[in-house]
């Protein structure tokens, strides 16, 4: 057979071998294909060579008037948001979106429990949208309407707790989708590192149509209205840690807790108002007025001291329930927090915030140094040679020859009142031994009052013995139950709740008085005789011997039954001292 029509076209156009080796370094295999093409098809590159390139001329010009198109387009006909993750923004958005009807339609989504699964707390410990089937009026165990025992209601609480609720949110890539009739697209962005010890660096951008921005801002602010009307009334409280070793220290918002009333907190109620009052006055802006026009830097500090389980932590969880505060909690104690971490935390805090510092004492850069320190040195002959240090750095060298990590007093001083400390947040420090504490952390400027919690006595046992036992709203679900069935039937009847002046009240509506009327009459006397029953408590337990905590924990045993708790306080009393006596025989 014939085979000399599949010698490469390249001679028949003329193309030199230097042309060839051309073509073959800017399109790789070009040789080989136009032999194949040849061979197979009979079709000759060479003959649309010219054709080729005006295509591939043509090609890479629309490449670039595509990019060109589409930067101009986004650039001045396309509002675009970004959305960091380190951002409190990032949680709002997320949490909003997986509660939209279009999270239910999607085919492409994240699923989980949580909503942001990197930063964000959980939502399951919140509660949202995620009502308890089995706490209210009707299911409460034993009630007459509900009419389940226990044993129904807690197998209801189990199979209620092996679940947790999914949360659907955007996938990777682009999403679209309406909002207040107008279309609105989501693109969800990872960048990946090459530092191991880097979180993934995730971006949301959200776009719409037009140079107008404001429809996005709708969208992030109804997001941030979302997020923190779940909230509600509670106290939100964040903790300073990180999250890998290595890493930077960062406020994470760890709960929201119903806020706690004060008058649960058992503390002299002149000491309690002071303490709220002084606070209140550092928030009235005529205060911050004040500092600025003196040159005083507005900041305050608070010293909580006495024996464990007295209410110090109580109290400032109560006043920032009362105010309306967010609580920051830290942790001296931790090695790994150093001193730039420290400044970078306090410098993050917010102008209105209470931040909490628990047990300084037990952190060891707290201790009183005294006036003086003896350091001893053997000298060569053998002689021990005592020397007096005055000096702060060479104290802190004798006392702690070890500590390499963690922060240095000055270091503490410095962020609490120093030339970069944040201003507007209020410090609230605890100690169960504020003798140890060292003075210059407790000059005024750094600690601005004092408040010393003691050992129960006469007036905090019964106030004690009163909040146990006391009714209080939420107490009796079934009653209130029925007071609402009550109101519904007056609505029933008259047609409307409320009765015009100089009209005839209905048998109904005079019943419901008359039946608030004797719940009223009811009330007050078992408050009387509560009353006369804390006062019986209070005989039998000695006064200034027992913290709150530990008169409180004996009470929630008898909850039910104060005159129990009054039989057996005697007793718990003398095995209470028998377990602090044979504890102080261990400890000598």
């Known amino acids: 057979m014939n085979f000399t029509h599949t010698t490469p076209s390249s001679t028949s156009m003329g193309l030199s071998s230097s042309d060839s080796a051309m073509l073959e370094m800017l399109v790789p295999g070009y040789t080989f294909i136009s032999r194949i093409l040849l061979s197979y098809l009979h079709i000759d590159l060479t003959l649309y060579l010219q054709q080729l390139v005006v295509l591939a001329v043509l090609g890479a010009a629309l490449r670039y008037v595509s990019i060109y198109i589409t930067g101009f387009f986004k650039e001045y006909l396309v509002s675009t948001a970004e959305i960091r993750l380190d951002d409190e923004i990032f949680n709002y958005f997320m949490y909003w979106i997986s509660r939209q009807p279009h999270m ?24 949202d949208d995620n009502p308890d089937p089995t706490e209210g009026e009707w299911n409460e165990p034993g009630s007459t309407e509900g009419g389940e025992s226990f044993d129904e209601y807690w197998a209801k609480v189990i199979s209620r707790d092996k679940y947790k609720p999914l949360r659907f949110t955007p996938s990777q890539g682009r999403h679209i989708f309406w909002y207040k009739n107008r279309p609105l697209m989501l693109e969800r962005q990872k960048e990946h590192t090459t530092n191991r010890y880097v979180l993934i660096n ?37 903790r300073g840690h990180r999250y890998y070793s290595g890493g930077s220290w960062n406020w994470t918002r760890c ?27 550092y928030l009235h802006p005529r205060t911050r007025r004040w500092y600025s026009n003196r040159g005083i830097p507005y900041r305050r500090g608070y010293l909580l001291h006495g024996p464990p389980g007295t209410g110090k932590t109580s109290l400032c ?3 920032a329930g009362l105010l309306g505060l967010k609580l920051y909690l830290l942790n001296l104690n931790s090695k790994a927090l150093d001193e730039d971490n420290l400044g970078s935390l306090f410098s993050d805090l917010p102008h209105r915030c209470i931040i909490l510092l628990e047990d300084v004492d037990t952190a060891g850069i707290t201790q009183s140094r005294g006036k003086t320190v003896a350091k001893a040195t053997t000298e060569a002959n053998g002689e021990v040679e005592i020397e007096e240090i005055d000096d702060v750095t060479a104290v802190d060298e004798v006392a702690k020859p070890d500590k390499a990590d963690g922060i240095s007093l000055s270091g503490l001083l410095n962020v609490i009142d120093g030339v970069a400390a944040s201003e507007g947040r209020i410090l609230v420090m605890t100690s169960n031994h504020p003798e140890k504490l060292d003075a210059a952390l407790l000059r005024p400027g750094r600690v601005d009052m004092s408040i010393a919690f003691g050992y129960a006595g006469e007036a905090a046992i019964k106030e004690l013995f009163t909040s146990i036992y006391i009714t209080m709203e939420g107490d009796s679900p079934r009653k209130n139950g029925s007071r609402r069935q009550n109101t519904e039937l007056v609505k029933n009847t008259n047609g409307s709740a409320l009765i015009p002046n100089g009209v005839k009240k209905s048998p109904s509506q005079e019943l419901l008085e008359q039946a608030e009327k004797e719940q009223q009459e009811s009330f007050d006397a078992l408050r009387s005789q509560i009353a006369v029953l804390a006062t019986q408590f209070a005989s039998v337990i000695p006064l200034n011997e027992f913290t709150a905590a530990e008169i409180q924990g004996y009470l929630l045993h008898h909850k039910n039954t104060p005159e129990k708790a009054i039989q057996g306080a005697e007793k718990w009393v003398q095995s209470v001292r028998e377990k602090k006596k044979s504890r102080e025989e261990k400890s000598v």
């Open 104 to 127: 239910k339609r999607t085919n492409r989504f994240v699923a989980g429990v949580k909503s942001n699964g990197y930063l964000s707390d959980s939502d399951d410990s919140d509660n």
């Open 202 to 238: 995730e971006r949301l951008y959200l776009s719409c149509l037009g140079r107008d921005a404001s429809i996005l801002r709708d969208v992030l602010n109804e997001a941030q209205q979302a997020y923190v009307e779940r909230d509600g009334n509670r106290t939100i409280i964040y």
């Open 255 to 281: 709960m929201a807790r119903s806020p706690r009333p004060l008058s649960t907190v058992v503390l002299d109620p002149e000491q309690k108002q002071a303490f709220l009052d002084d606070i209140k006055e």
């Open 317 to 319: 969880f109560a006043a």
